[in-house]
């Protein structure tokens, strides 16, 4: 099949699954909202000239007592819900997108290697992916940030990085050794063609598309995981605006009737989560012609 009837197959299925559709436009809804935050919000939530405490705990505009431009109501320093949210959404993707780029280019590189070579090279590096597969995730991250001390959006990607290459190395391991002995490959060796060009030019373009469901399912659990530490207190520090703060702060007033404050990021947290994930599965299916579409 050429590259033109693939591309044209993908396009295609894409266009016919709506839930690929609706994922992609939630990711790119979000995307855009955290790129342009400083625009679209209605003050910095961050910036201390624009905060004051007549606003605190505001409802949204629609009850009684809610004021513009707080739409969606105020936290207990005076900062605005839908503002904040809009900050801690770049917090979120900046965090997500840094550590699959970073953990999965690592990641790519030593099963790329560890696959082709095998030997002692394969026994260590997957050995070694094996300790750190045995923790979960959260514990690695955890464990890290205790180590190199936290408060720091860097440390936290670190963090997670050094916690999450393993399941692209073992993914992309896994796919090497199925086409390492295609037809085309003991071709490329017969012709002379060097270690590097072997890997570069045919093992990695055949061997890779797997990493890219692995990926895209990551994204989501990256973002999570940010958020997930930042509510536990550990992730990043109180002057960075974080999905996951913002929950943690909310959960003290929830029996108070300020639902606004919890509800409204969980919410948000949610449909990205849930965004990424529908794209996820089309994804996962398309690459994967052994999985049977309902």
């Not at 990607?157 to 896994?174: E, K, L, N, P, Q």
């Not at 995981?225 to 913002?246: D, I, K, Q």
């Not at 959960?251 to 919890?262: D, H, L, P, S």
Request: glycine share 8%; charged share 15%.
């Amino acid at each position: 099949m050429s590259e033109r009837k693939i591309k044209s197959r993908i396009l295609y299925s894409y266009l016919h699954d709506p839930s690929a559709i609706i994922g992609s436009i939630i990711l790119v809804v979000f995307i855009f909202a955290a790129v342009f935050a400083p625009w679209i919000a209605p003050q910095d939530p961050y910036d201390l000239e624009q905060l004051t405490l007549d606003h605190f705990l505001t409802p949204p505009i629609w009850m009684e007592g809610g004021t513009w431009p707080f739409l969606l109501g105020t936290d207990d320093q005076g900062r605005g819900i839908l503002s904040t949210i809009l900050y801690g959404c770049r917090t979120s993707l900046i965090v997500g997108f840094s550590v699959v780029a970073i953990a999965g280019t690592f990641g790519v590189i030593i099963g790329l290697l560890a696959g082709f070579y095998g030997g002692w090279l394969d026994i260590v590096t997957m050995r070694l992916a094996d300790t750190f597969f045995s923790f979960s995730t959260t514990f690695m991250a955890f464990l890290f940030l205790g180590i190199f001390g936290g408060a720091s959006i860097l440390v936290v990607i670190f963090a997670i990085c050094m916690a999450d290459w393993v399941r692209y190395a073992r993914t992309m391991r896994g796919s090497v050794l199925e086409v390492r002995e295609a037809s085309y490959i003991v071709a490329a060796r017969a012709t002379g063609a060097r270690d590097f060009r072997i890997l570069l030019r045919h093992l990695m373009p055949n061997a890779i598309p797997p990493v890219f469901v692995v990926l895209a399912v990551d994204l989501a659990v990256v973002i999570m995981l940010e958020a997930t530490l930042s509510f536990l207190g550990v992730g990043v520090p109180l002057t960075e605006p974080s999905l996951g703060m913002m929950i943690s702060i909310g959960k003290n007033y929830i029996y108070a009737g300020m639902w606004w404050m919890i509800v409204f990021p969980g919410a948000t947290l949610i449909l990205l989560v849930v965004g990424i994930n529908l794209f996820a599965d089309w994804l996962r299916e398309e690459l994967n012609p052994k999985i049977e579409r309902a």
